[in-house]
């Protein structure tokens, strides 16, 4: 919101009109891989999503005209007749543009932009009013307002202005994502600006630009991995990221998987195939449930971090160039405490720590959250977007969320995909949430001296009762390969 918008309209001019894009890829220009990547990101959240408009006016008559307006052109608009009304909708809302008058009763126009800066960053503004003057004008653009207009407002004046600040709203967003988005497309979005959220983007984004091992630790569902990829892409490098999720992989094959393997090497090994480490090679490897990695594999992962060589199974010794990444939900100091991992390949990846806070330590992130994932879900599943309803809403804030944000995405889309009038209300949530039942919600007890069999037992039992029997679901909410759920309770 700070740029000037006569250089962004330019900027977005130049990088539609310029031709040969063929030898602008290959120099790096950064407009052309701009477009090149929004293009073929067409399915994904960012370029498919419906431009959200939020329109501030005092005068009701005027905000129910732009309402209507504004959705018959496509757009997902809503309302506000103040700035304290508005600046709630921004924070509980993905919201693209905001267009606002200018002379309010109370706080005006200018004083919502400079709340907007820490509410919603992001959002782009374009200002109204019927007293402008050039000065008001220059006030406005000056505290970063996208454009400025005069009442009467001139429809297609209007549609284009917020489809211009929408388009510029979303370079922004590429440009500050593009590297993550060239070297995996899929990679999902990081959302929130809880303090403890930011807190740990902030360490990631200092930490990227180095070559230091760096160490994510937290719970199953807070988005390690997410946090993860955001290193890579603000890293620089130029190589993949590969990611390795341990516990999914049975320990005999972890250490062909990681190092590779000769043709020959052992039984079943009909070709030679390259390793994860190789693969990595100029970028970043991730290492996901690193605490899960057998005594054998952390001696040889060790030697890698120590030496920068490593042997592929039947092979010779080769030069290992990766920056290394980690994660775990497991405590490794206890582990190394108990003599279940090694002490010096805890220091080798405890040189900085990244925490990933639990959802129910970011609240305020909760309705971010759910307004994100009703917009990916609809899409997904072809559905009208949900409107939450405040009683819905105030649950699932308070709602523990043992499971994180992995937890709470399943439950939203359980209602998009169940959904009967258009409204996510509470009778659409899982009942877990509604109605936490014998303590805390997603809580369970037992008697001192239970044995750890039937704890475990019960404790996966319970998790699939809540997925409604689906082992994968409730995989990912242990944290656990789904083979051990169906090694302990079979098929039932």
Not at 136 to 142: C, L
Not at 362 to 388: C, G, I, M
Not at 392 to 401: F, G, N, P, Q, V
């Amino acid at each position: 919101m700070r740029h000037n918008a006569r250089f962004v309209r330019g900027a977005v001019r130049d990088a539609t009109a310029m031709p040969g894009t063929g030898s602008a890829l290959s120099r790096g220009d950064p407009r052309i891989i701009l477009r090149t990547v929004a293009q073929t990101l067409a399915g994904s959240s960012e370029a498919a999503e419906t431009t959200t408009v939020l329109v501030v006016d005092d005068d009701r008559a005027n905000l129910e005209s732009l309402e209507k307006l504004l959705t018959r052109e496509g757009m997902r608009v809503l309302v506000a007749d103040s700035v304290r009304q508005a600046l709630e909708l921004a924070r509980t809302h993905r919201v693209h543009v905001v267009l606002t008058d200018l002379m309010m009763p109370g706080s005006d126009g200018l004083e919502l932009l400079e709340a907007l800066e820490t509410v919603s960053p992001d959002s782009e503004v374009v200002v109204m009013t019927a007293y402008g003057t050039i000065e008001t004008a220059v006030e406005a653009m000056r505290r970063g307002a996208y454009d400025f207009l005069e009442k009467p407002l001139r429809r297609v004046h209007l549609v284009k202005t917020i489809r211009k600040a929408a388009e510029r709203r979303s370079l922004v967003a590429e440009n500050r994502t593009l590297r993550e988005e060239l070297s995996a497309l899929r990679a999902r979005p990081i959302v929130g600006s809880s303090p403890a959220l930011r807190h740990a983007l902030q360490i990631a984004r200092q930490a990227a630009p180095s070559s230091a091992t760096v160490l994510i630790v937290g719970e199953s569902g807070t988005g390690k991995e997410l946090v993860a990829r955001l290193l890579h892409a603000e890293s620089g490098r130029t190589g993949a990221f590969v990611p390795v999720h341990l516990a999914a992989l049975p320990e005999t094959i972890v250490e062909a998987e990681l190092f590779g393997h000769e043709k020959g090497a052992f039984t079943g090994a009909h070709a030679r195939r390259e390793g994860r480490i190789a693969q990595a090679a100029g970028g970043t490897l991730f290492l996901d449930e690193v605490g899960d990695l057998s005594p054998a594999v952390q001696v040889k992962l060790l030697r890698v971090l120590q030496e920068g060589e490593y042997e592929p199974l039947g092979g010779r010794t080769q030069r290992a160039s990766f920056r290394l990444v980690a994660a775990t939900h497991r405590d490794l100091r206890e582990m190394v405490r108990a003599g279940e991992f090694r002490e010096d390949l805890y220091y080798r990846l405890h040189v900085i720590t990244i925490s990933c806070p639990p959802l129910r330590e970011r609240r305020d992130d909760v309705p971010l959250l759910v307004d994100h994932f009703l917009d990916v879900y609809a899409r997904k599943n072809d559905r009208t977007r949900l409107e939450v309803t405040r009683e819905a809403l105030d649950r699932l804030i308070a709602y523990e969320w043992p499971g994180n944000v992995r937890e709470l995405e399943n439950a939203v889309e359980r209602a998009v995909v169940l959904d009967r009038d258009g409204r996510l209300g509470l009778d659409d949530l899982p009942p877990s949430v509604v109605e936490p039942a014998g303590g805390p919600a997603g809580m369970l007890s037992f008697a001192i001296g239970t044995p750890l069999d039937e704890i475990e037992r019960r404790v996966i039992a319970a998790t699939l009762a809540h997925t409604g029997g689906d082992k994968q679901a409730a995989a990912r909410l242990l944290g656990i390969s789904a083979r051990t759920i169906y090694r302990r309770v079979g098929t039932e």
